[in-house]
């Protein structure tokens, strides 16, 4: 090696030693939260918070650990207006091992107005929350949770990503947030109304689960009255894990759109299930590889019917689960409506299947879906004689062998089953996340 490559080398290897060092010492150092307004660094994120004041803009570097890492109302008073986002560089991550005495990382419910939460890493630990919002204190003031990655702090941990508790009012941003797994037990984005007051909430554009991993629930509305809740452009992946439950739950709540959503591989759970909720659209949704696509539970309340304000429309359901279910509807003891389940792609040119329409027990021929066959007109009834049931996924209202599970509305029809004509006979564009 010539003298000169010697010095070149070295000069090459001493360069690289310089751009990696800073790095290799700022991964060791402990974290820090910077008040840019006052110009000060704290070792703490509740000495930070009981410094800042109205509107300021707390910077997280580093890594905080244990009791430095935490909010708790019993404490911590959040300022209006007040902003704690990651720092330049390293994103900020805040960690505990083992679950505060409030049960979450972050319990901001104790603020003063608007709050907004954005770009941390949070590592969380067994039944644990990561942000968390009761609406008994915070009086149902604004919330943002933005773009944070929140992950268990063990494999065998479950975990609530984001918990509103009894909200109402907001508005409430969860958006752009990574949630790889919550566990067997654990909600990825729990929203929760007060059941008396309505709630503006949108969870747009967050990844939760990922491929193997268990998530028992990703998406959760609950309670939510005469609200204003959106769901969409959310990936939601139950890892084709066996305890992976349920994609999207809306369960006795009120007005609510989930739109644009995926939502896949609940190879042994539901994608989207609706329970005793009026005014529910599900609408442009990619729902693939589930062992139910849409589940819609009207029988929990007898003679309270609720399916009739639900519209399941312009979705694609498709599945390769052995004897997926496309729809499965639970009516309502005095149902007087259909399931409006129409304009979907169900995986087949000739619209859904009857759960039936092959079994013992009845005529095969007088169990068919789809109710038409000729989209999209629909205009044609299907001859009980001659029925050609459908090639996609089945459709399952509980009407039993040698019945229909689909039909047209009342007064020509059946109340309590499921109308699908007029279906689409090639996937539905724009559709998922």
Known sequence: MTKRRIVKTAFVVGLVGLLLLPALVYTQVTGRVLNPRLRTSYPSLSAAVAAAGPNDTLLVSGT???????LDPATDTLP??????????????????????SGAILDVSDRLGALTIMGLKL??????????????????????????????????????GVFLDEEFDGPFLIEGNTIPSAGGSGFAIWVDGDSVNPITATVRGNRVGSAGQP??????????????????????????NASSDIGIDVFFSDIVTVQRNTVRNFNAGIGIFILESTDVTVSRNA??????GVEVFDALVSNSETADTVV????????????????????????TDTLDATNNWWGGNRGPRDVNADGAGGNPDDTFCPE???PPACTTPQDPGTADDGNGLLVDAGAGAGAADCDVPPPAGTAGLVTTCPFRTSPVSPAGA
């Not at 720092?87 to 679950?99: A, F, M």
């Not at 998530?215 to 084709?240: M, W």
């Not at 359901?317 to 496309?326: E, M």
């Open 80 to 101: 209006t207006g007040l902003k704690i986002v990651a720092g330049r560089g390293l994103r900020g991550t805040l960690q505990v091992s083992t679950c505060p005495a």
């Open 312 to 335: 399941i429309n312009l979705n694609n359901i498709t599945s390769t689960v052995t004897g997926a279910i496309g729809v499965q509807f639970f009516p309502d003891s005095a149902a």
């Open 123 to 160: 590592v969380v630990p067994d039944l644990c929350v990561g942000v968390y919002s009761d609406g008994d204190i915070s009086g149902g003031s604004p919330l943002t949770v933005r773009n944070l990655l929140i992950q268990r702090v063990t494999t065998t941990a479950s975990i609530d």
């Open 64 to 70: 905080l650990s244990g009791a430095n890492a935490i």
């Open 215 to 240: 998530t028992f629930e990703g998406i959760l509305v609950t309670d939510a009255p005469g609200s204003g809740v959106l769901v969409e452009r959310n990936i939601v992946d139950g890892g084709n």
């Open 372 to 374: 038409r066959v000729d």
């Open 287 to 292: 729902i693939t590889n589930n062992e139910t």
